[in-house]
């Protein structure tokens, strides 16, 4: 069979390895299901391309192992079905018929809805099983499995995945490896299709020749599979902050307060094994930008608790900074309980796991390296030239990859260059303190002290000693530095001159 042949003689180890996974789901699918209880869903794509010859493979393979074919295979007999619709390109149809012949396909053509020509499909015919080109990143993937039931208010059947977890990289490297045709749009720059009226080519693959007139470089040079739907048109809203001209303002934003919390995941700083040295470096640098840190929690390295945390942290904070609990050991579950948190699963990321194989090689293998799942549909990349490995961020959650001072100065240097044009981590007005000492007695001073923060409630006021016969420090702390120095003048009016002195 020259798919599997071309397979097996590739030095892709990669693409053999997605391929073999592919090709266990297909058989065992078949193994399930008798050919008359199965159907394949192909819309002249890309994944259902890739898919459809896997399909060929898996089924020759399949009828093989049950020592029914003697080594050619002269049919592909599965129900294929082509939803057609007035809204897809010409070169999709042409294509998809053009298949059908070459390969006789039997091909089921329905022209309405989805749904209801499903049911319509499923009433008439034994179908128990449909092979989908579904790939994580597609709108549809989110939760499903490599056999996953169809969604309640469906008609019932199993939906059979092979590709799930192909990237973009994957499905060329296939098509280009095993030399099958595929739709000419690719040819044009495009890198998703979908309907006439919301795809255009990728302008990632735009080039300009000598008439100034714009071409396309073909899909399968798209070096970022992640902005394979950067083809697609998309429809922005205003964001519900923004003021009568459409902008935020600057002012408002800074003056308002914002706030994070620190979660550190690590039983050797529960048990004491190590002092943490992290989460007071970090609380400095928040605070450093203006903003406030509600609270600094460290948990154990159980995926639970991460979440756990995580939900109840991410609703009332602006940012969450975590750290802790990032790599390849079994005690290394700070995405998997991000993950947890927000409701998604952990998924491969192509880009991601690039990274990774120029960071540490050979070791990083790509068929089961588990350090380049990430959760899945929220993550972000925050790439800076510094940083070996991009920063993760998950909607209001930042994870350092830090494991020592140096390292996280290093990462947040480049959290900060990078917020100045991405805008999710501001910085607001600073805040500005005073300190006093006295040799009063903390009897002397608590009432003055209570009635002081009630007095001026936008300040932070605090009182400590550096040891037990030690002076009293009290601080002011707050964004207002005429009402530090009120609260400073309203506190040593009640007391006799020179009982405070000022530290600097």
């Not at 300009?208 to 396309?216: A, G, N, R, T």
């Not at 620190?262 to 039983?267: H, S, T």
């Not at 609990?325 to 309980?337: E, F, K």
Request: include cysteine; glycine fraction near 6%.
């Amino acid at each position: 069979m020259e798919i599997d042949k071309a397979i097996r003689e590739s030095d892709d180890r990669r693409l053999k390895t997605k391929y073999n996974n592919a090709i266990y789901v297909i058989k065992r699918a078949l193994a399930l299901y008798s050919i008359e209880e199965v159907a394949f869903s192909f819309n002249g794509g890309k994944d259902s391309t890739v898919l459809l010859h896997l399909l060929r493979a898996g089924y020759f393979l399949h009828k093989m192992e049950q020592k029914c074919s003697n080594g050619g295979l002269t049919s592909f007999p599965m129900r294929t079905i082509y939803f057609e619709s007035s809204a897809a390109f010409p070169e999709i149809n042409s294509f998809t018929y053009d298949t059908a012949s070459s390969y006789g396909l039997q091909l089921d053509i329905i022209s309405s809805d989805f749904k209801s020509g499903l049911e319509k499909l499923l009433k008439a015919n034994p179908i128990r099983a449909i092979f989908l080109g579904v790939r994580i990143g597609d709108p549809t993937a989110v939760g499903q499995e490599q056999f996953s039931p169809s969604s309640p208010g469906w008609p019932p059947f199993m939906r059979v995945n092979p590709i799930l977890d192909w990237s973009y990289r994957d499905v060329w490297a296939f098509i280009l490896t095993c030399k099958v045709q595929y739709c000419s749009l690719y040819d044009q720059g495009y890198t998703s299709i979908g309907s006439i009226h919301d795809t255009v080519p990728n302008a990632l693959l735009s080039i300009s020749d000598s008439c100034c007139k714009e071409k396309f470089k073909p899909a399968y040079l798209l070096s970022d599979g992640r902005l394979e739907r950067a083809g697609r048109a998309k429809k922005f809203s205003s964001s519900i902050n923004a003021d009568g001209n459409g902008s935020r303002s600057v002012d408002s934003l800074k003056s308002s307060l914002l706030v994070a919390s620190v979660i550190a995941v690590g039983e050797e700083i529960l048990f004491g094994t190590v002092e943490d040295q992290l989460g007071p470096s970090l609380r400095r640098k928040i605070h450093s930008i203006g903003w406030s840190v509600s609270q600094t929690v460290v948990v154990q390295n159980d995926k639970d608790s991460v979440a756990e945390e995580v939900e109840r942290r991410k609703s009332t904070n602006d940012m969450v900074f975590i750290y802790g609990g990032v790599g390849p050991l079994h005690s290394d579950v700070t995405l998997a309980g991000v993950a947890k948190a927000f409701g998604v699963r952990l998924a491969p990321d192509e880009e991601f796991e690039e990274y990774l194989r120029h960071l540490i090689s050979d070791h990083c293998t790509g068929d089961q390296n588990e350090m380049a799942l990430l959760p899945e549909g929220i993550t972000e990349l925050l790439h800076h030239e510094k940083l070996a490995v991009p920063l993760i961020k998950c909607q209001n959650v930042i994870i350092f990859t830090a494991t020592n001072a140096t390292e996280l100065d290093k990462e947040w240097d480049c959290l900060i260059e990078l917020t100045r044009s991405c805008g999710f981590l501001p910085t607001m007005v600073p805040y500005v303190s005073k300190h006093l000492q006295t040799n009063l007695s903390d009897v002397e001073t608590a009432q003055p002290l209570s009635k002081l923060s009630l007095e001026f409630p936008d300040l932070n006021i605090g009182c400590y000693r550096k040891s037990r016969k030690g002076p009293l420090i009290i601080s002011f702390e707050g964004k207002d530095q005429t009402q530090i120095e009120s609260a400073v003048e309203s506190l040593c009016k009640l007391f006799h001159p020179g009982t405070f002195s000022g530290i600097h």
